[in-house]
DNA sequence: CAACACACTTAGCCCAGGCTAATATTGCCT
DNA sequence: AGGCAATATTAGCCTGGGCTAAGTGTGTTG
């Protein structure tokens, strides 16, 4: 068991950060635009609080920001939030491949998105490819998750 | 896109506790003690801070501490502890078998350990052995990834 | 047995990311 | 236009989990 690596640069975005973003792009192309009160609704977190972050994304040009106005996502904004919604659908993907429930994909996906290095993702969407072609395999893991 | 769920109640334990109680066993089970500075040295972080966090820990029961002297796991903190220690091996395992470099692998575990139901566990572990005995499946994933 | 190095603890600080309560702005409806 | 409900912002607070600096114990060794 090594020690731990000595912790790189801050690594791109928290997993707040990424998670506000990921909800702000759902809303924008669901509903067509992101109002604080929505996101707010949509994260289960009070309005104060998006608020509050949505100042700090705009101040990291992430996305920008008009008071009581509303938002846009900047392109560095937009590409994080693509970028994590990939991670997402994919892992989502994949477990869903496993014949989990639903709703303990969605937890363990919404916790895992965060830690999936680009390597990974590519590995785990490889692998989610092959083993479509693999029914006999896929329910036999089945079989054992339930 | 439906709003994240409410959140039930506050889930077991934090991802530090989880790291702290999976350090503190590898080093019992490799020196035979864990000393404040071990944990320090491992986890990379101040020896203050690991006070602090054992101190916690003896409250709420996942270890006996006495100042200055030493501290033992209770059954509790046991538990726990070798179940984030499960998770993490399987999670490793997992990743080997896509071909992963060990640097990545580490990483991404460390984060996702903590994310992972016991359902999709078992999916996990049951996948990892069903693919054992699938090495052209496993050589075209490992292809994709390099 | 004294002194010193090392281990440990305490005190006080910081930041991320939540919260509530109070206040301000908007926009719609009469 | 004026008023009201909905929305948004600000102010002030809290907790988790880090940090450094300063002080306290402990055990080895001359
Ligand atoms: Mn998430
Ligand atoms: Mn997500
Ligand atoms: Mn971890
Ligand atoms: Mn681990």
Redesign the interface.
């Known amino acids: 068991?090594p020690?731990?690596?000595?912790?790189s640069s801050p690594r791109s975005a928290s997993t707040a950060v990424e998670d506000y973003l990921e909800?702000i792009l759902?809303?924008i192309n669901?509903k067509g635009y992101a109002r604080v009160v929505d996101i707010a609704?949509?994260?289960?977190i009070s309005q104060a609080s998006v608020t509050n972050m949505i100042q700090r994304l705009d101040a990291e040009g992430l996305l920008k920001y008009e008071k009581y106005r509303g938002l846009v996502l900047t392109t560095a904004g937009e590409t994080l939030a693509k970028n994590i919604t990939r991670r997402h659908e994919l892992l989502t993907d994949f477990?869903k491949l496993?014949?989990?429930?639903a709703?303990?994909?969605?937890?363990?996906v919404?916790?895992?998105e965060?830690?999936?290095?680009p390597?990974?993702l590519?590995?785990?969407?490889?692998?989610t490819a092959?083993?479509q072609r693999?029914p006999a395999?896929l329910a036999?893991?089945r079989e054992?998750?339930t």
Chains 1, 2 share one sequence.
Do not use: C, F
């Open positions: 068991m020690p731990v690596p000595a912790k909800r759902g809303l669901t609704g949509s994260l289960r477990l496993l014949g989990l429930d709703e303990v994909i969605y937890h363990d919404e916790g895992m965060h830690h999936i290095s390597s990974t590519r590995a785990i969407e490889s692998l092959q083993l693999q395999l036999r893991v054992q998750v």
